[in-house]
Structure formats: structure tokens, C-alpha cells
């Protein structure tokens, strides 16, 4: 029977996200889903609700800031194991076989969590510029065809000087 710890949840949920990011990563390369289909889907109205709902971007840095901490807490795990594994093998007292098996598993788990870890982040990233680009491929292929793709973007004033750049402008030529 396995004991489940809080250690071992946190890790399982980070493994779970990494999936969740993979997943969705090869779901947006199918190359029989359109730029077009992404663009209309990331530019619905319930997924700018959604992301321009308050929390929303909060808690995106959060659990962006949050992988950072579990990042750092891996590497200080890989380096004090490390730290362990150099001073057995200089120590003049020979030690037993469950006591390397214990550190070699303790370092074996700092090194999967830091794995784990580094490739959420980088899956994050990744998600985002890829988003980015497809919904860049969708317009561009709108601009292509001559058609433009109707988005609706939150109405905003041009700052006074960005007005007075662009009256200057357009009084010169």
C-alpha cells in the first residue's frame, strides 16, 4: 500500500499540469485544425471574459511565480543530496548499502523534480508564443485571402502625446 504524502501530491499535480501542457501543446500542432478555427476559438467572447477577468492574469503570475519556487526548491534538493553523495565517497567510515540506496533515491527525485519542473515552465512559455503565432498565421492568412477576421479588443483613448505624434504627422505630409 502506498502512503501518500503532501510532498508526493504537489510533485503528482506539477506531473499532471506537465501532462495537461503536452497534451494541449500537440492538440494545437494538429495540422488539420486551422489557424483560423485557433484564432476564433482564442478570440471568443467566453476566453476574453475569461482573461480579462481580474484573477484570471493573477493567478497565471502566481503559478508562474509558484513553478519559479518549485524550481529553486529542486535545485537546492539536487544540491544537497550532491553535497551527500561527495562526502560519502570521501569519508574513511564505509557506509551501508541502505544508506546509499536512500540517497541515491533522494537524488534520483530531486533530479525528476527538477525535470518536472523546468519543463512546465518551458511548456508554459512555449504555449503562450505558440498561441501567439497561430493567431498571427490567422490574420495573415485573413490578410492574404482579403478577407479581415472581426476581433473584438477593449475600446481605449490614445494617450495625449501619442495624439499630438500623430496629428504632427499627418500636418507634415
Not at 541502505?98 to 519542473?117: C, G, H, P, S, T
Not at 490567422?138 to 479581415?148: N, P, Q, V, W
Request: proline share 3%; net charge positive; charged share 20%.
Amino acid at each position: 500500500m502506498v502512503q501518500w504524502s503532501m510532498v508526493n501530491l504537489q510533485w503528482s499535480a506539477l506531473s499532471a499540469i506537465l501532462l495537461m501542457e503536452i497534451a494541449f501543446v500537440v492538440v494545437l500542432l494538429f495540422p488539420w485544425i486551422s489557424p483560423k478555427f485557433w484564432h476564433a476559438f482564442f478570440h471568443s467572447k467566453m476566453i476574453q471574459k475569461l482573461m480579462h477577468w481580474k484573477y484570471t492574469q493573477a493567478g497565471l503570475r502566481i503559478g508562474a511565480g509558484g513553478l519559479v519556487l518549485f524550481l529553486c526548491d529542486a535545485i537546492r534538493s539536487i544540491y544537497v543530496y550532491g553535497q551527500t553523495m561527495d562526502e560519502k565517497a570521501t569519508s574513511p567510515i564505509m557506509s551501508t548499502a541502505d544508506k546509499d540506496a536512500l540517497i541515491n533515491m533522494r537524488m534520483y527525485q530531486a533530479e525528476r523534480n527538477f525535470l518536472i519542473v523546468g519543463f512546465a515552465l518551458f511548456f508554459g512559455f512555449l504555449l503562450r508564443r505558440l498561441i501567439g503565432l497561430i493567431c498571427l498565421e490567422a490574420e495573415l492568412m485573413a490578410e492574404a485571402d482579403g478577407t479581415t477576421l472581426v476581433v473584438e479588443k477593449p475600446k481605449r483613448e490614445q494617450p495625449p502625446f501619442a495624439k499630438k505624434a500623430l496629428e504632427k504627422l499627418t500636418k507634415d505630409e
